[in-house]
RNA sequence: GCCACCGUAGCUCAGUCGGCAGAGCGACGCUUUCGUAAAGCGUAGGUCCUCGGUUCAAGUCCGAGCGGUGGCUCCA
């Protein structure tokens, strides 16, 4: 017999090899019939394995039973649905391999090592042959075998994966679960539904590349997204939801309100600002300057290109080489000679296409050519015409700020009195982003960052970090921006891609944990997620679908003043080297303002909006006083337009109300009168939908309270997005699967 | 960059089997002069992404390129 003790802290008694299906019939056959799954010792487990098997110790096995109502039970639906479709992508093609399938925040995936590309079209039939599988409402059974055993079940079933992945990635476990369904047998740790049946509704959403493990270096997989619910009902509110948010994408408003543009005749990733995006940005910028000014910054400007020497020395060239725009050569052969000289040490430049490239670069000017051909190793070769280049001018467009704040800093001695030094800047700066990853403003290959770099004695970091940590939470709660998660971005000690020592390194990870843990922020480390230069403490948000994205940014950087050779004079006359902090609040201006179109779902706080107000005159013979009243408003500051078109007021109503416009003056012959205005807020009142009429008042009296609303730069209306999506479950978890 | 899909009027989109290029909204004109979410009528607007191929004939079929979307990888 076994002792089982339920949440409600009741224990009864069950035979041996009883499962949680068995406890739950005991309670009620409805019970029975609701139940997915249950949690054993607070571990998920199949409702059909015996309870048993879990147990720890002497006591009582906590159980707890999961039926449909279960967040973590609709996780196991869904990843019993992974295999319901991949069962069905089996039956359909020929020759296979299985990867993983795990559950993500809103449905599921799985990879797939197929020849034949799979496309949308194929959809349909996948569907289909998946609702019969679903129609048979088999059971899931689970089996074990030794590792041993597994590696040859495997390859008699051609799964190599899964046999390489036994291997490696499982090379700790000795026992290995299988799930069976019908002929559809897969390594899988669990837990599965009781059978097939009680998957309601499924869909296959998208299919996409993947790379086997996660690394480009491996071969690419097919993988296919679907997601699956305990009812109809449930799948088509979230289906309509997802379309709800994809409606606040920020290019979608970005478009219709007019805010910015992006043209392929510009250039990919390059973002034009129309009139209107513009002022919201101009409006953000001026709001920081003044903060900025206010807690002792000083602003500066440094050109948009800088010599290649000095990212050489920063670290940033040849580093990120490849996501940056091609060095600009003062010598016509300059590109030609780098091409050589990158050539030459991968090693894989025939003797003919050498010489041509010499007598290419001869004959434009480059006088070392000859002498670099004959040169008698690699190794010379390439030191001879790193000697010529180094003569010419190189230029690269700035992928960052900091060495030109840097040279600013160096530009006069310091002394510790001077410190810290705080230089800002809107500095704007170009990345050569492969294609597939620009999205909208979100992800650009320019952008403007509100940089600046705080210069600061070791003793000062803290207390400098902890002020630009204010200054990040200050400027997200001033627009009302509050679902946001803080990443400190640490090394990944195995990688060799960070400058400066692993001292250097741990103490500037643990000053930033202190100061964070300090400010009773929440916040989760991330290992890898650092800078080349030192850790980061990156402020998360999520756009209307649930992708996140880091906005701001505090970073702590001892290695820049250590390669620059930065030093302050201390107060034992003797020379020190300054730490550098690198801050960027809003991160950049066209993903922060990306971010906020889709924040504000387009609709702008009244002192952000690019267009405050719109008068609406009643009919065409009320134009004069309109004017009359645009005048007013635009000497006392606000962004103010008149609807002229001879349309109904009801027509200039909407449309303003579809524009997103804060407030609307309803002007006729009444109002002139009485020198007044009738004021309309586009925010309807509680519980109801569309403006609300506020009624007839003084202009004086509209322009006070508009006012009032823009100084205080109060924010009314988030219209919160419906849509949620769920954070993932970790990779490592994932790959068990 | 990789995989899949997509590219038609300013916007959103339809266009069947290869056979005259379409709608709604917007813009413009005329009529209307209206008080808190859409007045009526009319007009203009096209390199069907680009280049090449197949064909009597290509928006439609094929190839290449460019661009976009979703995902992967990357992200100073």
């Not at 996501?323 to 091409?339: E, N, R, T």
């Not at 630009?468 to 060799?496: A, C, H």
């Not at 998360?540 to 701001?552: A, F, N, P, S, Y």
């Amino acid at each position: 017999m076994i002792q089982v003790k339920l949440p409600d802290g009741t224990v009864k008694e069950y035979a041996d090899g009883s499962t949680a299906l068995d406890v739950a019939m005991s309670i009620g056959e409805r019970l029975a019939q609701a139940t997915i799954a249950a949690e054993v010792n607070g571990t998920v487990v199949d409702a059909m394995r015996p309870i048993d098997e879990l147990a720890e110790g002497d006591g009582p096995i906590e159980l707890s039973l999961l039926t449909t109502r279960d967040a973590k039970a609709l996780g196991v639906l869904r990843h019993s649905c992974a295999h319901v479709m991949a069962r069905a992508i089996m039956r359909l093609f020929d020759g296979v391999g299985l990867a993983f399938g795990p559950t993500t925040g809103n449905g599921f995936y799985y990879d797939f090592d197929l020849a034949t590309p799979i496309s949308e079209d194929d959809f349909p039939k996948i569907e289909a042959e998946m609702q019969k599988i679903v129609k048979e409402a088999e059971p899931f059974e689970r089996f074990s075998m030794t590792r041993d055993e597994a590696v040859t079940f495997c390859r008699d079933l051609n799964q190599e994966l899964k046999c390489e992945h036994i291997e490696t990635g499982l090379a700790d476990y000795d026992s290995l679960s299988f799930y069976r369904q019908g002929e559809f047998v897969d390594l899988c740790r669990g837990p599965h539904i009781p059978d097939a049946g009680r998957i309601k509704a499924f869909k296959v959403l998208s299919v996409a590349g993947a790379y086997w493990k996660g690394d480009a270096s491996n071969r690419s997989l097919q993988r296919v997204y679907g997601t699956a619910f305990f009812s109809k009902d449930d799948q088509k509110e979230y289906l309509a939801q997802l379309e709800e948010a994809k409606r606040r994408d920020h290019r979608v408003l970005g478009k219709q309100l007019g805010l910015f543009n992006i043209s392929n005749d510009v250039g990919q990733g390059l973002s034009l600002w129309l009139p209107k995006g513009a002022t919201v940005r101009a409006l953000l910028e001026e709001f920081i300057k003044k903060e900025l000014m206010a807690r002792g910054y000083q602003p500066v400007y440094s050109p948009h290109i800088g010599r290649v020497e000095m990212y050489e020395t920063s670290g940033h060239f040849p580093y990120y080489r490849e996501s940056q725009f091609a060095p600009i050569f003062g010598h016509d052969a300059g590109q030609l000679v780098d091409y050589w000289i990158r050539r030459s040490q991968e090693g894989d430049l025939s003797t003919e296409d050498e010489q041509q490239i010499a007598h290419t670069a001869e004959l434009m000017g480059c006088g070392c050519a000859c002498d670099a051909l004959k040169a008698p190793s690699v190794d010379d070769k390439v030191n001879v015409l790193h000697t010529w280049e180094k003569t010419q001018e190189r230029y690269l467009l700035k992928p960052m700020n900091c060495p030109h704040h840097v040279q600013m800093y160096k530009s006069q001695p310091r002394s510790y009195r001077d410190l810290p030094v705080r230089l800002a800047e809107f500095g704007t700066v170009y990345r050569h982003e492969a294609s597939g990853q620009l999205n909208g403003l979100l992800r650009v290959r320019g952008l403007t960052q509100d940089d600046a770099h705080l210069f600061c004695t070791p003793e000062q970091v803290e207390a400098e970090f902890k002020d630009t940590l204010d200054l990040v939470k200050f400027v997200l709660e001033s627009v009302g921006l509050d679902d946001y998660r803080i990443q400190l971005s640490k090394r990944d000690p195995n990688s060799d891609k960070y400058v400066g020592s692993d001292e250097l390194w741990d103490n500037a990870e643990s000053t930033l944990r202190r100061v964070l843990e300090e400010s009773g922020l929440n916040f989760t480390e991330c290992e890898g997620e650092a800078a080349f230069y030192g850790p980061k403490a990156d402020f998360m948000v999520k756009d209307c679908i649930g992708r996140e994205w880091q906005l701001g940014t505090v970073q702590l950087d001892y290695n820049l003043p250590a390669r620059f050779d930065l030093e302050y004079i201390g107060a034992d006359n003797k020379p020190h080297q300054p730490v550098m902090i690198h801050r960027a609040p809003f991160g950049s201006m066209e993903r922060f303002v990306g971010m906020l179109i889709e924040h504000f779902a387009g609709a702008f706080p009244l002192w952000l909006a690019p267009e405050q107000i719109r008068i609406c005159p009643v009919t065409d013979k009320a134009l004069d006083y309109a004017e009359k009243v645009q005048q007013r408003f635009r000497r006392e500051g606000f962004r103010v337009t008149i609807d002229r078109r001879s349309a109904k007021v009801n027509a200039k109503i909407r449309d303003a109300q579809l524009d997103l416009i804060p407030y609307m003056l309803i002007v006729g012959p009444k109002d002139e009168e009485q020198n007044a205005v009738s004021l309309r807020d586009r925010i309807a009142k509680e519980g109801e939908t569309g403006g609300t009429d506020l009624g007839m008042m003084p202009i004086d009296a509209a322009v006070a309270r508009l006012k009032e609303e823009v100084n205080a730069l109060r924010v009314r209306q988030v219209v919160k997005s419906q849509f949620r999506s769920f954070e993932t479950t970790d990779d490592e978890e994932q790959h068990e699967y």
